[in-house]
């Protein structure tokens, strides 16, 4: 768009950055349709799908400082944490409940995120708890610069937490006492709500009254900002205004992505009772993966070849990582009695 | 060496603690400006300023979610509930995030937080003032319950808390807030959680208590050894979990007799731990059956005087219990 001014974030984005997101989106597409498919041949025991929301994820990453910044995502997260720089091995060895999970050593379900040297807090089942914890990561983060710890602008250090979670779980009360806090103490917290219009079974329409969570900011003194979440760069620059403001202190942000889930809610949910096949099916052709490849074209930045060889290249890594997880060891049933307390550290034991 | 009150001695604990290390701070509602509903905090607002001493706002699961989220970024938050009683909203973040995070995330993270919570019968407190909730954290694996019962062990206990890096749930007896007085000494090195207190050396009989009980368990085994020639052993607990498994089944081992007292209601209490470990491990030592001493079965001690006497164990009744069992 010679002589436009710029006026969106991604508009400076390079090539090579829009082509990484679609390769990260797609990858983690294909890790979910063949963790579907490893469920439906009982190979796994569950799995609980990102499918639908990879724009959101992969956008809300790429405005952050990935791997620095703390991030306290929810189960549903899978193309956020590939973009985070978690590996498709990593995911396999947790859908298999390897000793080697490096999220939790099989101990949670998969998708139960948690990588310590890229500041992605490992997350429950229960809705809505990482709220409070991702207000006081934010509080830690501004607690540091306020000491003169760290310098504000240093970009080695954490300078804000992101969080994530579903629209029904913004009625958790956890979710409302989280973002009062980060409010009433200016924190750098950005709240990403994931909004695919069910929690579980239950529509938007029967879990609030109002038609968009953004506007639940005002009651906290945060930004609120409604966004379409199947357009990743749409997603890349309502998060990329809500960090900026936090770096530079001005508190929290809700950015609400509207989405939809492709699939039920886990591989133990039959969506069928609660969806019509024709609503699931008007949301696959607004899908955010087939939507970006589209603009990618459009744009001449990937042509049929490389959609192709793209397309390989993730089966590929998908096929591997397969492999080598279902190659890799059990735990020792045993291992199952621990680590339920951490050591004392040298010296004081 | 000074003389302190316990809460005194907490006190103390937490200007040291904030003087030592720039990553503890201290949060809870009203423990700022006003220095804490009973004044344990007094002057540590103005001292530290309120970088440090936050008052927060009223959440209770807030307090404890934001300290999980600032403890997992490797600062050393000292929460505080101010009862108790309030505790219950903040059950999940305790439970099922602290206590498992560690675990959940195979040793990825830890969570070095405190909680500070004033706890059990205190007389005008009535039901939502008064509550002991020892019995329901215990139960949880990957969280430590403290208990001190004299200044000295409330300092340095409270210093090992912080050290630890687990979360620790510190329980004070607010009725023991003023009653207790105790020598503390100038210097003392931190007592990380772990172990038993023998209070009081005997050969008789085995008295276990914690907090305000342990303090009442001296009373009265000075008095049975005074009145009646009874040489008690009180065993002060100061942490139930993990337990100091082996200081229990020594003392047993060597008196035959075993007395658990608590403030806590009877059902489902700690002392049925105590007893299920004695009946497991030193069934053969033992000469009579373990008692107990609890709090009656109702949901906390009542506002009304007599009612609360009724309510909470006292000298004189773990001095009767003392003698039931030394008869058997």
């Known amino acids: 768009m010679p002589g436009e001014a710029v006026t969106r974030p991604s508009q400076v984005l390079s090539d090579d950055t829009l082509l990484e997101m679609y390769r990260l989106m797609l990858l983690s597409r294909r890790l979910d349709e063949r963790a579907w498919a490893l469920h439906r041949q009982g190979r796994v025991q569950f799995h609980v799908s990102a499918m639908g929301h990879e724009a959101t994820q992969v956008g809300a990453a790429f405005a952050i400082n990935r791997g620095v910044d703390y991030v306290v995502p929810y189960y549903r997260d899978l193309a956020m944490a590939i973009a985070l720089g978690c590996s498709a091995l990593d995911f396999m060895l947790g859908l298999f409940a390897r000793r080697d999970d490096p999220w939790s050593a099989g101990r949670q379900m998969p998708c139960h995120f948690s990588d310590r040297d890229r500041h992605i807090i490992s997350g429950s089942s229960t809705v809505a708890t990482q709220v409070p914890q991702a207000a006081g990561l934010a509080f830690a983060v501004r607690y540091r610069q306020r000491a003169g710890l760290v310098d504000p602008q240093d970009e080695t250090q954490p300078r804000l937490a992101l969080t994530s979670l579903g629209e029904g779980s913004t009625n958790q009360g956890e979710w409302h006492e989280g973002m009062n806090w980060a409010g009433v103490q200016c924190l750098p917290l950005v709240c990403l709500v994931e909004n695919n219009r069910y929690a579980i079974s239950v529509p938007q329409t029967e879990q609030m009254a109002i038609p968009s969570v953004a506007t639940r900011a005002a009651g906290y003194g945060a930004q609120g900002e409604s966004v379409d979440g199947n357009d990743v760069l749409a997603v890349y620059d309502a998060m990329h205004a809500a960090v900026q403001r936090a770096y530079r202190g001005e508190g929290p942000s809700l950015v609400e992505a509207h989405t939809y889930r492709l699939t039920p809610h886990t591989s133990d949910d039959d969506d069928r009772s609660y969806r019509s096949r024709e609503e699931v099916a008007a949301a696959g052709e607004v899908e955010p993966l087939l939507r970006y490849r589209s603009v990618l074209l459009e744009r001449g930045l990937l042509t049929p070849k490389m959609v192709d060889d793209l397309e390989a290249q993730a089966r590929a890594r998908v096929d591997e990582a397969q492999r080598a997880a279902e190659a890799a060891p059990e735990p020792a049933p045993q291992e199952a009695d621990s680590p339920v307390l951490a050591p004392l550290p040298e010296g004081l034991a | ?328």
């Open chain 2, 1 to 328: 060496m000074a003389d302190m009150t316990l809460i005194e001695a907490i006190r103390c604990a937490l200007d040291e603690a904030l003087a030592q290390d720039g990553r503890v701070f201290i949060t809870g509602e009203d423990i700022g400006r006003r220095g804490g509903v009973f004044r344990a905090t007094q002057g540590l607002y103005e001292k530290y300023g309120a970088r440090r001493v936050m008052d927060s706002p009223l959440t209770e699961m807030g307090i404890v979610g934001v300290g999980i989220g600032a403890a997992l970024a490797d600062l050393r938050p000292v929460c505080e509930i101010q009862f108790a009683d309030f505790i219950h909203p903040a059950f999940n973040q305790i439970v099922g995030e602290a206590a498992r995070m560690y675990y959940r995330s195979a040793g990825g993270w830890r969570v070095p937080l405190v909680i500070r919570v004033p706890y059990g019968a205190v007389p005008g407190g009535g039901l939502y003032h008064c509550q002991s909730v020892e019995a329901l954290f215990a139960h949880i694996p990957g969280l430590k319950i403290v208990v001190p019962s004299t200044p000295r062990d409330a300092r340095r206990l409270l210093h090992g808390a912080i050290l630890d890096p687990n979360p620790v749930l510190f329980l004070e007896t607010k009725y023991g807030y003023r009653q207790i007085r105790g020598e503390v000494p100038e210097r003392d090195a931190p007592l990380l959680p772990g172990p038993a207190r023998i209070a009081r050396s005997g050969v008789d009989l085995s008295l276990f208590a914690w907090g305000l009980m342990a303090h009442y368990a001296e009373v009265a085994a000075e008095r049975a050894a005074r009145e009646d020639g009874l040489d008690v052993e009180v065993v002060d607990l100061r942490t139930l979990h993990p337990l100091d498994r082996d200081s229990v089944l020594t003392s047993v081992s060597k008196t035959g007799k075993a007395l658990v007292v608590h403030e806590d209601n009877r059902t489902m209490g700690f002392g049925a731990e105590i007893a299920a470990l004695l009946v497991d491990e030193a069934f053969e030592c033992l000469d009579g059956p373990v008692k107990r001493l609890a709090a009656p079965d109702v949901p906390a001690a009542p506002f009304n005087r007599g009612m609360f006497d009724f309510f909470l164990p006292g000298p004189d009744d773990i001095l009767a219990a003392i003698r039931d069992l030394a008869a058997y």
